[in-house]
């Protein structure tokens, strides 16, 4: 295999990068400080949830509201890639997970209202057939079943927020035998056991008697890792009506699934992803980056890649850094940033300012081929993806993964060619 | 000439040693690592890395009681360490936890003899391996093993190895052939090499001579390792000074510490220094002087000086588990970047987290099962990949999957060696017969 392209980080943007790197037959590493934002997501693809910002009505359509958001913002990461080439990789990722057995379904016309596990509606694009059955344009009434052991979903909570909403929302708190001598579990291990037929007809037992009129059944997001399609439709079998999950807390187990997904196509095309291996610096020569290096048990290891992408993430996924001093900072390359100059522009007055906080749209400018610019290419075989990226408000408008899939996308085809 | 052929990479500043117990303020709680840890996927035992180790961390204070009732079942496989975002040293903080346990002699007696017995293999090998007919015999016999469940609750399907016929170094003194250069490199064999698989150390001997390094065996002791396991911190600080004491002045005349032992390795880098806080500049020149054999027969090829040329095919599928204390030395995977070079061999690389024996925690009848339940997707994946033997670079780990699959296993530096032409001894002189 040779040393074609260098990934830095592996989250949803890094680990498309790669995939679509490798499908051209580039040789490629993925080296990442640990796992990411993959675990922290909910396992769907958030495009665009609200727009203009303050808007208090999610998105219905992305695909029609986007030229709106290109035209206010054409900073915008989703203006670096344009709509034909977001629609190409939502397709790719669509395809990928059902060839892998795992169905995400949606389309850039319509966003999905959804479920949290507080009971609010979020707006998603792409989610998978394992959430589908949520839909709160649907008014079935449900029953949302939590686990007694599992603190991180409280199924009354979620239920009588939804009652308030006009969907008929019942719940029940499972205290199974297989879970009585824990004084907690996770939702991986609930994973984990939902994989056990056995584990699976107590469920099916304990949920039954309270059926009652739900013409469907929510669960936390905990129906199995690898195996979740076929835990989803036997649970849909055997309780007879619709079944869907409920992404919560981190770390999320629908997440862990699309991570294991795309890890396994770059591996399939000959690519290789490393975690605890972090960036601590780098090397260049002649406007080149000609090796990076990461932190070992003895001294740095150096990674010499013909092309090497940033996809180390923004403020909360570690690429970018701050300081009391006001500074803020790119942690591989030192990269120039764009950022309030000021640090009391950092934030607005309130926590939840409908219009964000002006830190989260610091990140690396970028040229069209998503070169980071500083006037002119800083480096020529340096790109960027993801949330590194400079301008936009990924929190506000619901576009972390949207972001994070198209620009990883568009990155990968262009550093694969 | 010097050897330092990795000089390219010394501008870089090392990340600094924090104190293992400070990074417990970087956990966010995101649990990632609970997600990835091998042994709360397999028993309630263990609650999780982030419970056990940055969250239970803030109630440890020296002079209280512990708050301790799970950590001892960390079996110290850094796979937490290796997936947090946020660079917390979860493993350490747990062998830190357990040492204080023991220091405060909170572990019954019975329990304690026999973490001091099996947690030296150096003792072991010195009393055993003269007796090895002997040895052997009794110790693989149902009767010994019954005894030593009896006496000391070493469980009795554990993995024991056997002590070779003649110890590593003794072989490597008294070789008329030995290759003279002005390029040397020190080899640190480790225990398992000298008292059980001699045929490790010979292959490593051959290879590195094959590229032109006259290899120096000093007198070495136990890394120290499975004492630190074990919470023994006293014991293993003597074990590692003495290795200081023994490796240095190679070390300050321009010699690299090349190991086969990757455990052995990871312990003389970074896990002494960091469990023990004991940095001292000799110390960290060791740090920064210390090869896993991969690890440096890659910066050999990075460098255009491995030899690559007449190497002979080896028509052989084989599965090859990267284990845990290998992956912890954050390098990638040198050893299967060396595989590939070798024509003809095919390698599968296992996805498995780890085997489950953890150096001595499968040999505790305690925790004997959790090391079985913890390994058994590796162990299904050795035997679907269905090869005459299988690659491992840690012996405590081939030791435990051989016993339980029963296919044999060799360290990944007696393929390069084959090879390269050399006889080779053990399983892989059966498959190349």
């Known amino acids: 295999m040779t040393n074609d392209v260098l990934v830095i980080g592996a989250g949803l943007a890094g680990l498309t990068t790669a995939w679509q790197a490798s499908l051209h037959g580039k040789g490629v590493r993925v080296i990442a400080k640990g796992w990411g934002a993959t675990h922290w997501h909910a396992g769907c693809v958030d495009v665009l949830g609200y727009w203009p910002m303050e808007s208090e009505t999610p998105v219905a359509n992305p695909a029609a509201t986007l030229p709106d958001l290109l035209a206010a913002n054409p900073q915008h990461p989703y203006a670096l890639v344009g709509l034909a080439r977001l629609a190409a990789a939502l397709d790719g990722l669509q395809q990928l997970c059902s060839d892998a057995g795992y169905p995400l379904v949606g389309s850039l016309d319509k966003n999905w209202r959804l479920p949290t596990a507080v009971g609010a509606a979020r707006p998603t694009c792409l989610a998978p057939a394992t959430m589908i059955a949520g839909n709160l344009d649907d008014h079935a009434p449900m029953l949302l079943v939590g686990f007694k052991q599992l603190p991180d979903f409280y199924a009354n909570v979620a239920a009588d927020n939804l009652a308030q909403q006009g969907i008929p929302a019942r719940h029940v708190a499972l205290d199974l035998p297989a879970l009585a001598g824990r004084n907690f579990t996770t939702a991986v291990n609930l994973a984990r056991f939902m994989q056990q037929s056995d584990f699976r007809a107590a469920v099916v037992q304990a949920v039954k008697p309270h059926l009652g009129e739900a013409a469907r059944v929510g669960f936390p997001a905990v129906l199995g890792l690898e195996e979740a399609t076929a835990v989803h439709q036997d649970l849909q079998a055997q309780l007879g009506r619709p079944v869907f999950e409920i992404p919560g807390l981190p770390p999320s187990v629908a997440g862990m699934r699309l991570h294991r997904i795309l890890k396994s196509a770059i591996e399939k095309n000959g690519g290789r992803v490393y975690d605890g291996m972090e960036a601590i610096g780098f090397a260049a020569d002649g406007g080149r980056v000609t090796a990076v290096y990461t932190e070992t048990s003895g001294r740095p290891r150096q990674h010499r890649y013909d092309r090497v992408v940033l996809a180390t993430g923004g403020i909360l996924g570690g690429g970018i850094v701050t300081n009391h001093a006001g500074e803020v900072g790119e942690v591989v390359f030192n990269l120039p940033l764009r950022h309030p100059e000021n640090r009391l522009e950092w934030f607005r007055r309130d926590f939840l300012d409908k219009q964000g906080h002006p830190i989260y749209r610091s990140g690396v400018s970028v040229n069209e081929n998503f070169q980071p610019m500083n006037g002119r290419v800083v480096y020529q075989n340096l790109f960027a993806a993801g949330n590194t990226l400079a301008g936009f408000e990924a929190i506000r408008e619901r576009s972390f993964d949207g972001v994070a899939l198209a620009t990883g996308f568009v990155v990968g085809n262009l550093v694969g060619n | ?433």
């Open chain 2, 1 to 433: 000439m010097t050897n330092n052929i990795w000089e390219a990479q010394l501008d870089i500043t090392p990340s600094d040693h924090k104190p293992v117990e400070l990074t417990l303020d970087h956990c966010i709680k995101c649990n990632i690592c609970v997600t990835a840890c091998p042994v709360t996927a397999v028993t309630d035992l263990f609650p999780g890395p982030k419970y056990v180790g940055p969250q239970a961390g803030r109630f440890r204070h020296q002079g209280q009681p512990s708050p301790d009732h799970s950590v001892d079942y960390c079996n110290g496989c850094r796979v937490c360490n290796m997936v947090c975002p946020t660079g917390v040293k979860i493993a350490e903080i747990n062998g830190r936890a357990r040492a204080h346990i023991v220091q405060s002699g909170q572990v019954p007696l019975r329990r304690k003899l026999r973490n001091n017995l099996i947690a030296r293999p150096e003792l072991m090998g010195k009393v055993g391996q003269p007796l090895a007919p002997i040895a052997n015999v009794l110790l693989h016999s149902g009767f010994g093993r019954f005894f030593a469940k009896l006496l000391l609750d070493i469980a009795p399907n554990a993995p024991l190895p056997r002590f070779s016929g003649e110890r590593f170094s003794r072989w490597a003194r008294k070789r008329p052939d030995a290759v003279r250069s002005a390029r040397k490199v020190v080899y640190f064999h480790g225990c398992s090499t000298e008292y059980f698989e001699a045929r490790v150390g010979k292959a490593a001997v051959q290879v590195l001579e094959a590229n032109g390094f006259e290899v120096i065996v000093p007198p070495q002791n136990c890394c120290g390792l499975p004492l630190l396991s074990n919470g023994e911190f006293a014991a293993a600080q003597a074990y590692h000074e003495s290795n200081i004491h023994h490796l240095i002045d190679y070390v300050k005349q321009g010699c690299v510490i090349v190991g086969t032992s990757t455990s052995c390795t990871l312990t003389l880098k970074e896990e002494a220094p960091e469990m023990l806080a004991y940095h001292t500049p000799d110390a960290q020149l060791l740090t920064a002087n210390t090869f896993d054999i991969h690890e440096f027969l890659v910066h050999l090829l990075d460098a255009g000086e491995l030899k690559t040329d007449g190497l002979k095919p080896m028509p052989l599928t084989l599965a090859y588990h990267p284990p845990c204390q290998y992956r912890a030395h954050r390098l990638g995977r040198p050893s299967t970047e060396i595989m590939a070079l070798i024509p003809e061999l095919t390698i599968i690389e296992s996805q498995a987290a780890c085997c489950g024996v953890g150096g001595t925690y499968g040999y505790k009848a305690e925790k004997y099962d959790i090391t079985m339940a913890v390994g058994k997707s590796l162990f299904d994946f050795v035997q679907e990949v269905n090869g005459p033997i299988a690659v491992c670079d840690s012996e405590t780990c081939r030791w435990n999957i051989a016993a339980v699959t029963g296919v044999p296993f060799v360290h990944p530096i007696e393929l390069l060696a084959a090879a390269y032409g050399y006889e080779p001894e053990g399983p892989l002189a059966e498959v190349m017969k």
